[in-house]
């Protein structure tokens, strides 16, 4: 199991409970189509940023009451209103995939987490508006375990985005450690670049685990669900460790028999 961009919705999952189904797999649908907009196929920016407003004056056309004729975002529209979902949230969505199509490189952490904030924060964030647990507590300590599956995400993938000219590798980190783009680009894994990962990875495991009082403070299977997504992200750094931040030669992933682990670490999650 990846911990993939769009992949940590709980679409159709069996913990999910039935009538979120629904509103779920319209907020997927939409994240998961302006993602590919911006991220796949052959496309210039130009033709990129140019789908991403017509989806922005399709949001437009939801938040005046309408409902837009494309089956995908009427049924969104639907959904919504009956829901009541902040538009904003959708709209942070559509800023931070236009972002990834200008932007390459980020100064700071601070830097990399304004763009969590849009690009992964408004997924929690509409999900607790669905489950009705909008305290400022969990809003908090969701926006920290989406930026931090983010984050992991991005440390999973440091070849596979620098093919796509990207680096979310915090520029000041590589600087302080040592590592240049020069050994990004040749794979070159040395006690630098380990030591830079090693300092990212605690980084998002810290910011995990002050997020995950979030999975046991949600009642029923919601919160079972983010149980296993925390449990999930955790385990991917411990993967990342395993293959000694070795990144390029092997993706660290999570196979079959790992779930079994994030079921029992799940179970011995307590409340905090």
């Not at 508006?129 to 507590?137: I, K, Q, R, V």
């Not at 000041?172 to 300092?199: C, H």
């Not at 000694?244 to 079959?256: A, N, S, T």
Request: proline share 4%.
């Amino acid at each position: 199991m990846p911990v993939d961009h769009y992949e940590n919705f709980p679409v159709a999952s069996v913990l999910l409970p039935r009538r979120l189904r629904e509103p779920v797999e319209a907020i997927y649908a939409f994240a998961r189509s302006a993602d590919d907009i911006a991220d796949e196929g052959d496309a210039t920016n130009e033709e990129r940023l140019a789908g991403l407003a017509a989806y922005q004056r399709e949001l437009d056309v939801i938040a005046a009451g309408g409902t837009p004729t494309e089956a995908m975002f009427a049924r969104l529209a639907r959904n919504v209103r009956e829901w009541q979902l902040p538009i904003q949230l959708l709209r942070d969505l559509l800023d931070a995939f236009a972002q990834d199509v200008v932007k390459k490189r980020y100064a700071d952490f601070p830097d990399v987490l304004d763009y969590c904030r849009r690009s992964a924060d408004p997924v929690g964030r509409l999900l607790l508006h669905l489950y009705g647990e909008t305290s400022a507590d969990n809003l908090r300590r969701s926006d920290l375990i989406c930026s931090a599956l983010q984050i992991i995400n991005f440390w999973q993938d440091v070849g596979v985005d620098w093919r796509k000219d990207r680096v979310y590798l915090p520029q000041d980190s590589l600087a302080r450690f040592g590592v240049s783009e020069a050994q990004i680009a040749a794979g070159t894994v040395d006690t630098a670049f380990r030591a830079l990962m090693q300092y990212e990875v605690q980084r998002a495991r810290s910011m995990m685990r002050d997020g995950a009082p979030l999975a046991t403070a949600l009642p029923g299977r919601v919160g079972w669900e983010l149980r296993l997504v925390v449990q999930g992200g955790l385990r991917i750094l411990e993967r990342i460790e395993a293959v000694d931040y070795d990144v390029f030669r092997q993706r660290p992933e999570l196979g079959k028999l790992d779930w079994l682990l994030l079921v029992l670490r799940a179970i011995r999650m307590k409340k905090q």
